[in-house]
């Protein structure tokens, strides 16, 4: 198998490479191994009563409740801004209990991580900045790609296809046997 996570699926595909092995994996505007407490803060600052509110209900839906907030947090200003809204009106809540686990109660252990990952994030990626995303490559030592003009939302945002065509070539750089990768993984066989 080969794994793709996006923003807290790429927390859980970092999670699930600690104990297991695959032959790549892409992480796709995803949580940082070093969580996310940048954003956390910059919401609480620019946000405060929505902050309260997502405390009080402890629930992340105050946060992006509003369509109009929702779309600046997610996309691009490439973006058609109808088309935006109408991605963003689409948006469910997220586990609190999740966020609490990305915040600091089970970041990655970067250090058991060995499978070869490419990690990608948008220039205007509001949750994880670029820097975030070349912080993170450097953990795991990995190739990576910062897309111009780019939102959090990668595969929905203007210029998605770019996102799709480099991570094609990544998984098809390299010849992975496919016997071996039918044959030969880590993950437990279902009984």
């Known amino acids: 198998p080969i794994l793709i996570g996006h923003s807290m699926g790429g927390l859980i595909v970092q999670k699930i490479l600690e104990k297991n092995h695959v032959p790549k994996a892409v992480l796709l505007a995803s949580v940082p191994p070093h969580g996310v407490f940048r954003i956390t803060l910059e ?22 409740e509003d369509t109009k907030l929702g779309s ?3 996309f691009s200003e490439s973006l058609d801004k109808q ?17 609490l686990d990305m915040l600091i109660f089970s970041l990655p252990k970067s250090d ?33 790609d910062i897309f ?18 480099r991570i094609h070539t990544y998984l098809n750089g390299s010849k992975i046997d496919l016997e071996k990768r039918k044959t030969k993984h880590s993950f437990p066989k279902k009984e």
């Open 43 to 64: 919401l609480l600052i620019r946000h405060p009563i929505r902050f309260l509110k997502v405390l009080l209900t402890l629930s992340l839906f105050p946060i992006v």
């Open 72 to 74: 600046e947090l997610f």
């Open 83 to 99: 088309k935006a809204i109408q991605f963003a009106s689409k948006t469910q809540d997220e586990s609190f209990l999740a966020f």
């Open 112 to 144: 058991q991580i060995q499978t070869p990952l490419l990690v990608l994030g948008g220039e205007k990626d509001r949750f994880f900045v670029p820097w975030e995303v070349k912080r993170t490559a450097n953990t795991y030592q990995s190739e990576m």
């Open 148 to 165: 111009q003009g780019m939102g959090h939302n990668l595969m929905l945002d203007e210029g998605w296809e770019k996102v799709a065509e």
